[in-house]
């Protein structure tokens, strides 16, 4: 799968700076219960012309009930806008649910606790994050798929 998205100036932005996100995701099957998945996310800034940073995510997961997955997961994150290089670590742990499909959507809920480490910082950093999405595919047979987040 890849997903190209263009941010928008905030309401109180003063100066805009166009970003583009692309992503690339390749999803294993393990077993019958595991999963594991590795991510590529590069991001444009600088309207578009600085490579900013990439995300590199990889992840252990298990289905620890029918529509229920617990996650274990590291993220390294080389940012390279600026002068040099600095290598951000994270380490996270992901509970995601699946509800029934309601009218030909697929509504699905997660919930992440982040911890991020940058040599500049003095320590860690947490980070919670909750993401709520829903997916339809275009026809019976379609690889196309619309996501609302």
Known sequence: M??????????AQN??????WAQVL?????GEQWRTPVE??????????ELGFTIVRTAIGRRVAPRVTAWLGHAWVPRTAG???RHEQRVWQQ??????VVRGW?????LRVEQRWLTAWQGRSHRVRVLGRAQRTVGAASPWALFAH
């Open 2 to 11: 890849i997903l190209v998205v263009a941010a928008t100036p905030a309401l």
């Open 15 to 20: 100066d805009s700076d166009a970003q583009v």
């Open 26 to 30: 390749a999803l294993g099957k393990i």
């Open 40 to 49: 590529v996310q590069p991001r444009f800034v600088g309207d578009a012309s």
């Open 83 to 85: 002068f040099g290089v």
């Open 95 to 100: 509970v995601s649910v699946s509800a029934p």
């Open 106 to 110: 697929s509504p699905t809920a997660r």
